[in-house]
């Protein structure tokens, strides 16, 4: 009966967009970048991945059945999150991080909160900073092949002088999925021609990002600094896939350019302290700023206060 | 062509494939018409026939009670059956006028007049009112009272809207493609009460040849210009429209008037000139009839009063089993539970579904997908929540009461909400209690 009354209301007719289609698109706009960190990582990549995933998806079915919520699992948006964890995984960590992680981000971080579209906080990015506070050492230590433990962003802090251009193609060590920024940035044009994410976000982090390093980084217009900055340190995954999370991000249009502006800024201002991992940290305190943010953007009504607004001279549409 | 537009907006199957062709048909009915005696805003009508009694076409058979009203008239001839509450497409019992049709179609003769152009502003406007004429796009609005505006001098355009931005209707663009001259006429009848004002049609890009049949109907006029716009929903609502064509934008306590303009549906258009220059009442309207669970979808010159049951057969019967009937486009339309109701003013078509879609709604996930598309740029997933919540207050504050009911952000919620119908439920009862 509840179902039928939504039947006869308004509009008729629906667009084609679902939860799951969300869901689903995000998977795919992932997979450049997920495919990228199997080819170079090797099969252990794959492995990380279908754990956190299966983690992810398991840990929501059981506390559904068992809190007795409608079953929301099918929306994949489990899955999302279990993949977006593996990808900030370093490959040498052990398997059952993953399931930690996992487990964390599902149960504590999002189900806990009440489900999908409740939770205040990315949960992909609370389980990776679970896993960063309790195995600080481990989860740092990037080290494959002929790699070393510490990534070309890392020995860059530390004062080294690297050639950013590894970073570009993804011939280098980091997290499994983070370390290829043009297949990060392939899955962010998938993402923006499916029209899942807009640009204020990410463009609003990044520029905000560059200015606070152009100002305070004391390099100028470095290109290889600026490279290395936004190259490294999973900033790029960080804008295009964690900070554009629709349930952390605010829904004012002004107030995603706000949100924005603050990640970007805040991710400088860390990087300049010598954290690697700043876009984490950045993220999760603009999810934080969320209320207030949509609390200070609530947009002016159309034909509010502003009654003449000449447009007409201009334009005159005349056929 | 420069194509001014609103902020937001979605863009619908427009579907229009199915009658867009169909040339409009007279329909006669078969059934008992019966006639709701409130189709309008404003005071019920009072009937001034009883049962037995005998009553032509055209004749009138309830006055208006009040200013803010309008008169009913018999759209066939045959005889009174009964006085009696009757469901309506509102899903409301409506006292109404029964009558049995005898197949005769004996009119009323028309009374005596001079030529419009003869006739004094309030005689115009009395003939208006006299003729029931109310906002035939779905408002309801009498027309008579929308034309008399404090100062005429004031109103600077006269806006013909036909956008029929409603996916599926074809009515108002077979209108215009079929008899041009004759809504031109209207509209010079309009544009006669404001003599500063200058003529709008209003059309979306997408119909071509109601553009190029106006534009050889109003060559010679002078006071006329025709504006085409982005094919776009709700690009037919009164506030988008508005601002569309002048750039201003006014917020829902205003009237069209305060931005110096009237908008007239092109149906309501099409009345006022049958009245003025034939001397008829409103008794007709163009009515779409269309559907994939159609057979053979029409555009039908429908009696008022006619049963919406007999409507599907007039459309060459079911191809499909019917899912859900819904009177009126797709987007802001009201489902009907059952077809044995009358087709009144404000009744723009009759849409059969062969898929019944079941939203069953799941959470929000925050997606920002709504306040994209809000033409008022409000947050409605907020207002929903505020509206289910009952939080008057805060609910007010986030400008609820601004909203236009389009359903735009329902339409992509891709968690299936009802947005729009919980807002306009929350705006209602606020205005019930007279709370703004």
Known sequence: ?319 | MAHVTFKGGVFPHKRKRFTREKVLEEYFPKGDLVYPLLQHVGGMAVPVVSPGERVLEGQLIAKASGDISAPVHASVSGTVKAVEPRMTVSGKMIPSIVVENDGQYEKISAPEMRPWQEMEAGEKLRRIREAGIVGMGGAGFPTHIKLAVQNPKKIKYVIVNGTECEPYMTGDYRRMVEEPEKLVEGLEIVLSLFERAVGVLALEDNKRDAITALQLAVRKESRMEIRVFETKYPQGAERMLIYSVTGMEIDSTRLPADAGCIVLNVETVCAVRRALAEGLPLTQRALTVTGKALKNPKNLLVRLGTSFAELPDAAGGFLKEPKKFVCGGPMRGTALPDLNVPVEKTSAGLLCMSKDYVFKPSACIRCGACAEVCPIHLLPARLSELAVEEKEEEFRRMHGMECLGCGSCSYVCPARKALAPSIQGMRRKLLAQGKR
């Open chain 1, 1 to 319: 009966m509840e179902e039928r009354k939504y039947a006869w209301t308004f509009p008729h007719v629906k667009g084609t967009m679902s939860t799951a289609n969300v869901m689903r698109m995000v998977l795919a706009a992932l997979l450049p970048a997920a495919v990228f960190g199997i080819v170079h990582f090797g099969l252990r990549a794959l492995l990380h991945m279908v754990i956190c995933m299966i983690t992810c998806m398991l840990t929501e079915f059981v506390f559904e059945a068992f809190a007795d919520r409608p079953l929301a699992v099918t929306d994949c948006s489990a899955a999302v999150t279990g993949l977006l964890l593996s990808m900030m995984l370093p490959v040498g960590a052990p398997l059952w991080y993953g399931i930690l992680g996992g487990v964390f981000a599902i149960a504590v971080m999002k189900m806990a909160f009440g489900g999908i579209g409740k939770n205040r906080l990315n949960p992909a990015l609370c389980g990776y900073c679970l896993l960063l506070l309790l195995f600080s050492d481990t989860m740092r230590n990037y080290s494959f092949g002929d790699f070393g433990s510490s990534t070309l962003l890392g020995q860059f802090l530390q004062g080294t002088v690297v050639d950013p251009f590894p970073m570009i193609l993804g011939n280098t060590n980091g997290g499994i999925g983070q370390t290829s920024s043009i297949a990060i940035l392939a899955g962010a044009v998938l993402l923006l021609a499916f029209g899942i994410i807009r640009l204020r976000i990410p463009a609003a982090a990044a520029i905000a990002f560059v200015a606070t390093l152009f100002l305070f980084g004391g390099r100028g217009f470095d290109q290889l600094y600026f490279t290395t900055q936004l190259c490294g340190g999973g900033f790029l995954l960080g804008i295009w896939f964690m900070a554009v999370d629709y349930v952390t991000s605010p829904i004012t249009k002004n107030g995603q350019i706000l949100y924005g502006l603050l990640i970007g800024v805040l991710a400088a201002a860390l990087r300049l302290r010598g954290i690697e991992e700043a876009v984490v940290y950045a993220v999760l305190v603009g999810n934080l700023a969320v209320p207030l943010i949509e609390k200070i953007t609530v947009p002016r009504a159309f034909g509010q206060q502003r009654l003449v607004k000449v447009h007409n001279e201009k334009h005159g549409g005349a056929a």
